[in-house]
T-cell receptor, first 115, second 112 residues
Framework: KAGVTQTPRYLIKTRGQQVTLSCSPI?????VSWYQQTPGQGLQFLFE???????NKGNFPGRFSGRQFSNSRSEMNVSTLELGDSALYLC??????????????FGPGTRLTVL | GQQLNQSPQSMFIQEGEDVSMNCTSS?????WLWYKQDPGEGPVLLIA?????ELTSNGRLTAQFGITRKDSFLNISASIPSDVGIYFC????????????FGKGTRLSVIA
Protein backbone atom coordinates (compact mmCIF):
# COMPACT_ATOMS: atom_id res chain seq x y z
CA LYS A 1 0.00 0.00 0.00
CA ALA A 2 1.41 3.40 -0.92
CA GLY A 3 1.92 5.82 1.93
CA VAL A 4 0.77 9.40 2.32
CA THR A 5 2.17 11.64 -0.40
CA GLN A 6 2.56 15.40 -0.29
CA THR A 7 3.41 17.81 -3.08
CA PRO A 8 5.42 19.84 -3.51
CA ARG A 9 8.19 18.84 -1.09
CA TYR A 10 9.75 22.30 -1.06
CA LEU A 11 8.35 25.73 -1.76
CA ILE A 12 9.73 29.25 -1.58
CA LYS A 13 7.33 32.18 -1.57
CA THR A 14 7.46 35.87 -0.70
CA ARG A 15 5.37 37.73 1.84
CA GLY A 16 1.87 38.52 0.67
CA GLN A 17 1.67 35.65 -1.78
CA GLN A 18 -0.60 32.67 -1.38
CA VAL A 19 0.24 28.98 -1.55
CA THR A 20 -1.59 25.68 -2.05
CA LEU A 21 -0.27 22.39 -0.73
CA SER A 22 -1.57 18.97 -1.69
CA CYS A 23 -1.92 15.70 0.18
CA SER A 24 -2.96 12.27 -1.07
CA PRO A 25 -3.92 9.90 1.76
CA ILE A 26 -3.35 6.18 2.03
CA UNK A 27 -5.84 4.31 -0.12
CA UNK A 28 -9.04 3.70 1.82
CA UNK A 29 -8.38 6.46 4.37
CA UNK A 30 -11.11 9.09 4.51
CA UNK A 31 -9.63 11.45 7.10
CA VAL A 32 -6.86 13.92 6.37
CA SER A 33 -5.37 16.10 9.09
CA TRP A 34 -2.93 18.97 8.59
CA TYR A 35 -0.23 20.03 11.06
CA GLN A 36 2.30 22.85 11.12
CA GLN A 37 5.74 22.11 12.53
CA THR A 38 8.12 24.88 13.59
CA PRO A 39 11.18 24.78 15.87
CA GLY A 40 9.53 27.13 18.36
CA GLN A 41 5.99 25.79 18.54
CA GLY A 42 6.52 22.14 17.60
CA LEU A 43 3.69 20.27 15.90
CA GLN A 44 0.41 22.19 15.94
CA PHE A 45 -2.91 20.95 14.57
CA LEU A 46 -4.44 23.01 11.75
CA PHE A 47 -7.59 21.17 10.69
CA GLU A 48 -9.04 17.79 9.80
CA UNK A 49 -11.26 16.80 6.90
CA UNK A 50 -13.42 13.72 6.75
CA UNK A 51 -15.66 12.88 3.81
CA UNK A 52 -15.16 16.35 2.30
CA UNK A 53 -16.24 18.13 5.51
CA UNK A 54 -14.07 19.97 7.99
CA UNK A 55 -14.58 18.02 11.20
CA ASN A 56 -12.03 19.63 13.53
CA LYS A 57 -10.20 22.95 13.49
CA GLY A 58 -7.16 24.16 15.38
CA ASN A 59 -6.35 27.64 16.58
CA PHE A 60 -4.99 29.24 13.39
CA PRO A 61 -6.12 32.42 11.62
CA GLY A 62 -8.56 32.36 8.73
CA ARG A 63 -5.68 32.77 6.26
CA PHE A 64 -5.26 29.02 6.64
CA SER A 65 -7.94 27.03 4.89
CA GLY A 66 -8.38 23.63 3.37
CA ARG A 67 -10.65 21.37 1.46
CA GLN A 68 -11.07 17.73 0.65
CA PHE A 69 -12.17 16.15 -2.58
CA SER A 70 -14.41 13.15 -3.18
CA ASN A 71 -11.35 10.92 -3.64
CA SER A 72 -10.16 11.99 -0.15
CA ARG A 73 -7.24 14.02 -1.52
CA SER A 74 -6.86 17.26 0.38
CA GLU A 75 -5.41 20.68 -0.22
CA MET A 76 -4.53 23.42 2.20
CA ASN A 77 -4.21 27.05 1.25
CA VAL A 78 -2.43 29.87 3.01
CA SER A 79 -3.24 33.36 1.81
CA THR A 80 -1.29 36.57 2.40
CA LEU A 81 1.82 34.75 3.54
CA GLU A 82 3.78 36.06 6.51
CA LEU A 83 7.39 35.32 7.48
CA GLY A 84 6.12 33.33 10.45
CA ASP A 85 4.35 30.90 8.14
CA SER A 86 7.70 29.34 7.24
CA ALA A 87 7.38 25.78 8.50
CA LEU A 88 7.13 22.13 7.63
CA TYR A 89 3.50 21.36 6.80
CA LEU A 90 2.55 17.78 7.45
CA CYS A 91 -0.55 15.90 6.54
CA UNK A 92 -1.66 12.68 8.15
CA UNK A 93 -4.31 10.23 7.05
CA UNK A 94 -6.42 7.74 8.93
CA UNK A 95 -9.64 5.83 8.40
CA UNK A 96 -11.27 8.48 10.54
CA UNK A 97 -13.81 6.13 12.02
CA UNK A 98 -14.77 5.81 15.64
CA UNK A 99 -12.99 2.51 16.20
CA UNK A 100 -10.71 2.68 19.17
CA UNK A 101 -7.65 1.62 17.21
CA UNK A 102 -7.52 4.19 14.42
CA UNK A 103 -4.08 5.71 13.86
CA UNK A 104 -2.71 8.65 11.90
CA UNK A 105 0.06 8.09 9.36
CA PHE A 106 2.12 11.06 8.21
CA GLY A 107 3.42 12.14 4.84
CA PRO A 108 6.96 13.50 4.30
CA GLY A 109 5.79 17.10 4.55
CA THR A 110 6.10 20.26 2.48
CA ARG A 111 8.84 22.65 3.56
CA LEU A 112 7.54 26.20 3.02
CA THR A 113 9.95 29.11 3.20
CA VAL A 114 8.55 32.64 3.13
CA LEU A 115 11.01 35.40 2.23
CA GLY B 1 -2.20 25.26 21.53
CA GLN B 2 -2.01 22.48 24.09
CA GLN B 3 1.14 20.39 24.23
CA LEU B 4 2.35 17.44 26.22
CA ASN B 5 5.35 17.64 28.56
CA GLN B 6 8.01 15.43 27.06
CA SER B 7 11.38 14.74 28.68
CA PRO B 8 14.23 14.75 28.33
CA GLN B 9 14.62 17.34 25.57
CA SER B 10 17.80 15.69 24.32
CA MET B 11 20.00 12.71 25.11
CA PHE B 12 23.53 11.71 24.19
CA ILE B 13 24.16 8.03 24.75
CA GLN B 14 26.71 5.37 23.88
CA GLU B 15 25.81 2.69 21.36
CA GLY B 16 24.41 -0.32 23.21
CA GLU B 17 22.91 1.67 26.07
CA ASP B 18 19.23 1.66 26.94
CA VAL B 19 17.13 4.82 26.57
CA SER B 20 14.04 5.97 28.39
CA MET B 21 11.83 8.97 27.67
CA ASN B 22 8.42 9.98 28.92
CA CYS B 23 5.45 12.18 28.32
CA THR B 24 2.98 13.66 30.79
CA SER B 25 -0.23 15.63 30.52
CA SER B 26 -2.64 17.42 32.82
CA UNK B 27 -5.49 15.98 30.74
CA UNK B 28 -6.62 12.43 30.10
CA UNK B 29 -5.95 10.85 26.73
CA UNK B 30 -7.46 7.63 25.47
CA UNK B 31 -4.76 6.94 22.89
CA TRP B 32 -1.02 7.44 23.19
CA LEU B 33 1.27 7.26 20.18
CA TRP B 34 5.03 7.37 19.74
CA TYR B 35 6.58 8.64 16.50
CA LYS B 36 10.15 9.04 15.25
CA GLN B 37 11.13 11.80 12.85
CA ASP B 38 14.29 11.95 10.77
CA PRO B 39 15.53 15.28 9.35
CA GLY B 40 13.41 16.51 6.46
CA GLU B 41 10.89 13.72 6.79
CA GLY B 42 7.49 13.24 8.38
CA PRO B 43 6.99 11.40 11.69
CA VAL B 44 6.90 7.62 11.42
CA LEU B 45 4.65 5.69 13.80
CA LEU B 46 6.56 3.43 16.19
CA ILE B 47 4.00 2.24 18.72
CA ALA B 48 0.29 2.89 19.33
CA UNK B 49 -1.32 2.37 22.76
CA UNK B 50 -5.09 2.19 23.20
CA UNK B 51 -5.72 0.92 26.76
CA UNK B 52 -4.64 2.24 30.15
CA UNK B 53 -1.88 0.04 31.55
CA GLU B 54 -1.09 -1.43 28.12
CA LEU B 55 2.54 -2.40 27.54
CA THR B 56 3.50 -2.89 23.90
CA SER B 57 6.77 -3.82 22.22
CA ASN B 58 8.05 -3.31 18.70
CA GLY B 59 11.46 -4.94 18.40
CA ARG B 60 13.82 -3.12 20.74
CA LEU B 61 11.15 -0.53 21.57
CA THR B 62 8.71 -0.83 24.45
CA ALA B 63 6.04 1.68 25.38
CA GLN B 64 3.48 1.85 28.16
CA PHE B 65 0.16 3.67 28.54
CA GLY B 66 0.00 5.03 32.08
CA ILE B 67 -2.74 3.84 34.44
CA THR B 68 -3.92 7.41 35.07
CA ARG B 69 -4.22 7.98 31.27
CA LYS B 70 -2.08 11.09 31.75
CA ASP B 71 1.32 9.69 30.87
CA SER B 72 3.29 7.31 28.71
CA PHE B 73 6.89 6.21 28.39
CA LEU B 74 9.07 4.79 25.64
CA ASN B 75 12.14 2.60 26.20
CA ILE B 76 14.71 1.71 23.58
CA SER B 77 17.03 -1.15 24.46
CA ALA B 78 20.56 -1.69 23.15
CA SER B 79 20.61 1.49 21.08
CA ILE B 80 22.22 1.52 17.63
CA PRO B 81 23.33 4.43 15.42
CA SER B 82 20.16 4.36 13.31
CA ASP B 83 18.12 5.16 16.43
CA VAL B 84 19.31 8.76 16.04
CA GLY B 85 16.42 11.14 15.47
CA ILE B 86 13.66 13.01 17.23
CA TYR B 87 11.06 11.01 19.13
CA PHE B 88 7.61 12.49 19.67
CA CYS B 89 4.82 11.39 21.91
CA UNK B 90 1.26 12.22 20.90
CA UNK B 91 -1.99 11.96 22.79
CA UNK B 92 -5.44 11.68 21.32
CA UNK B 93 -8.67 12.14 23.25
CA UNK B 94 -10.64 9.70 21.12
CA UNK B 95 -9.03 7.61 18.45
CA UNK B 96 -10.29 8.25 14.94
CA UNK B 97 -11.86 11.66 15.11
CA UNK B 98 -9.87 13.95 17.34
CA UNK B 99 -6.60 15.78 16.65
CA UNK B 100 -3.24 14.63 17.96
CA UNK B 101 -1.58 16.71 20.68
CA PHE B 102 2.20 16.44 20.54
CA GLY B 103 5.11 16.72 22.92
CA LYS B 104 8.06 18.88 21.87
CA GLY B 105 10.19 15.86 21.16
CA THR B 106 13.30 14.13 22.52
CA ARG B 107 16.38 14.47 20.31
CA LEU B 108 18.44 11.29 20.57
CA SER B 109 22.11 11.16 19.61
CA VAL B 110 23.99 7.87 19.66
CA ILE B 111 27.77 7.82 19.95
CA ALA B 112 29.32 4.78 18.30
Amino acid sequence: KAGVTQTPRYLIKTRGQQVTLSCSPISGHRSVSWYQQTPGQGLQFLFEYFSETQRNKGNFPGRFSGRQFSNSRSEMNVSTLELGDSALYLCASSTGGLAGTDTQYFGPGTRLTVL
Amino acid sequence: GQQLNQSPQSMFIQEGEDVSMNCTSSSIFNTWLWYKQDPGEGPVLLIALYKAGELTSNGRLTAQFGITRKDSFLNISASIPSDVGIYFCAGQRWSGNTPLVFGKGTRLSVIA
